[in-house]
């Protein structure tokens, strides 16, 4: 719900907007009593649970609008512990006669400015159009800023340059409720604001400029530009990025959730969870013409057709990832021995971590899997020995680079394809991680992952209030991941089959079940300590694993 300026309580700064940045009293004021609050009722704020020192302008960066000019502000964030953060938030202001034309978003408002020249209020600038059409310029047009610092450069990229700058601008603000912001220019452009920024080079920006230039792979948004904080002694620090804004039907994962709405409603109707189930092979690949007819009457064709093709597509993204002789940060590098030793010593420690918090939340574990928590909590040292057992020994392939936090969210459904979007990387992993060489198996089992979650998902928010008809559901389920999930994996094997970037058959499994089993450890813990009856669906995987995998 929007409210209007006049109904929402701001601080108040006794300053007139041209002298705001001029006065050190108002500056402190700005700083002190005012952004502190602020930034703690903002979405993409990630310092909220920690207690805030302070706030200083760090960086300003004037820039000039239609209509005058806006700073674009850079914020240091200090805490009484753990390291300072840099936070963006251009401003601008706006009069009371401005404010009574329309209605702003609450989160917009950053304070009132009274003073007897020209009273009125201080908003994110994201909300401005004058302001959001000034930075599109100012990319299109490579532009150079001096802030009180160092210089802002725009560059206008491959997309932008093709397309060209439109006759008439328009924009709006995407409302969404993640760590940056998002802006829409003419439904052709879309620009990410990013709020939390660092001197590093983003995984994101990175892989997206590469796919763009090399012309390999086509299935992501085109790069079409961005804002650099230039540091004469750090790597350039990422505040804006324009690319192509793809027309969709949503992402992946509201398309599999639809179609599991559907597929349990014809489950229930038809009475088949009462039925005996299809043994599910225990193959990587399966094609819709070795499903089962009773099973293929409720996934449905259309359903395997697209699990198959999200399958092709990645293995298509990993082998132009992987096709970059002359680029010392994609060239692909054998699975050596010392990536295996760091990969068990790392899977070593989550292991331990997350069955000790299993075991001291024990009792949060549904009846049903009760029992079997406790027998996988003692087989600790068998699953500890079979993970050195597997890297132990050589494995083959090559580390890439990879999306790094793939799942059906990160993929967006068009009208016969998919694009594939947010190259970031693991928002809770170290700015090297997220740029480092992986196996690309690891993006296939977090997708796997995902298809497993899909369909849970629906069953736990389906069935609410019918525990027992939930429970017996579970295992049509696991029939249902088993094979969409191998569409999707036997599609991907046959695509990446002689690119070097994926082992042989049973290489794939050790490395798929490394990886899963990796990623079921994580989910354990995330969903033990914020969505207890959730846990259910990673313990079933681990469960399952040491009962059958390890023998």
């Not at 704020?45 to 005058?68: D, L, P």
């Not at 700058?165 to 995407?174: A, D, Q, T």
């Not at 990886?515 to 989910?523: G, V």
Request: glycine fraction near 4%; include cysteine.
């Amino acid at each position: 719900m929007e409210l209007r300026i006049k109904d929402t309580a701001q601080p108040t700064l006794n300053v007139e907007w041209n002298d705001l940045f001029q006065q050190e009293k108002s500056i402190h004021q700005l700083e002190n009593q005012v952004l502190t609050t602020y930034l703690k009722r903002m979405r993409w704020f990630g310092g909220k649970a920690r207690a805030v020192n302070a706030v200083k302008v760090y960086q300003n960066i004037q820039i000039e609008t239609s209509e005058g000019f806006a700073h674009y502000l850079l914020l240091k964030v200090r805490y009484l512990d753990g390291p300072t953060e840099i936070y963006a938030l251009p401003v601008v202001f706006i009069s009371d006669r401005q404010a009574e034309l329309g209605e702003i978003p609450s989160e917009a408002i950053i304070c009132r400015l009274e003073n007897e020249i020209q009273s009125g209020y201080l908003i994110d600038g994201i909300y401005s159009e004058n302001f959001r059409n000034a930075l599109f310029m100012l990319i299109a047009k490579n532009k150079t800023l001096q802030g009180n610092h160092y210089p802002v450069k725009a560059t206008a990229g491959k997309f932008l340059i093709e397309k060209g700058i439109p006759e008439n601008l328009s924009s709006k603000v995407l409302k969404a409720d993640q760590s940056n912001s998002a802006i829409v220019f003419n439904n052709t452009f879309f620009v990410k604001l990013f709020r939390k920024v660092e001197y590093m080079v983003n995984p994101d920006f990175e892989i997206i400029n590469f796919l763009t230039e090399q012309h390999q792979f086509e299935h992501i948004p085109s790069y079409g530009g961005s804002v650099e904080l230039q540091h004469p002694e750090k790597p350039k620090m990422l505040l804006l990025m324009l690319q192509q804004l793809v027309p969709n039907k949503g992402d992946a994962w509201q398309y599999f959730i639809t179609e599991l709405k559907e597929f349990f409603a014809k489950v229930v109707s038809e009475e088949y969870h009462l039925r005996p189930l299809p043994i599910r092979p225990h193959t990587l690949s399966l094609t819709w013409e070795n499903t089962p007819a009773s099973l293929q009457d409720l996934i449905g064709k259309h359903v395997a057709e697209r699990a198959s093709l999200l399958g092709k597509r990645t293995a298509e993204m990993h082998m132009a990832l992987a096709n970059a002789p002359n680029n010392s940060d994609f060239s692909p590098r054998a699975l050596d021995e010392d990536f295996q030793n760091n990969l068990l010593q790392n899977l070593e420690k989550l292991v331990k971590n997350k069955f000790e918090l299993l075991e001291k939340n024990i009792e949060k574990v549904p009846i049903s899997l009760k029992q079997d928590a406790q027998e996988m909590i003692q087989e600790y040292d068998r699953v500890i020995a079979f993970l050195r057992r597997v890297l132990g020994k050589p494995l083959e392939g090559n580390r890439i680079r990879i999306h790094g936090d793939y799942h059906l969210g990160q993929v967006l459904v068009t009208d016969n394809d998919f694009c594939i979007l947010d190259f970031e990387g693991e928002p809770d992993k170290l700015h090297e991680e997220r740029r480092d060489l992986y196996p690309s198996l690891k993006d296939v089992a977090g997708m796997m992952r995902s298809f497993r979650y899909a369909a849970y998902a629906v069953l736990f928010q389906q069935f609410e209030n019918d525990a027992d008809l939930r429970d017996k559901l579970m295992p049509v389920a696991d029939v249902w991941y088993h094979y969409t999930s191998r569409y999707f994996l036997g599609a991907y094997i046959e695509t990446a089959r002689g690119s070097g970037i994926i082992p042989g058959d049973e290489k794939i499994n050790d490395l798929l079940q490394i990886y899963s089993f990796k990623k079921a450890i994580y989910e354990l813990g995330y969903e033990i300590n914020n969505r207890p009856d959730w846990a259910v669906i990673p313990l079933q995987s681990l469960v399952k694993f040491v009962k059958h995998y390890l023998d």
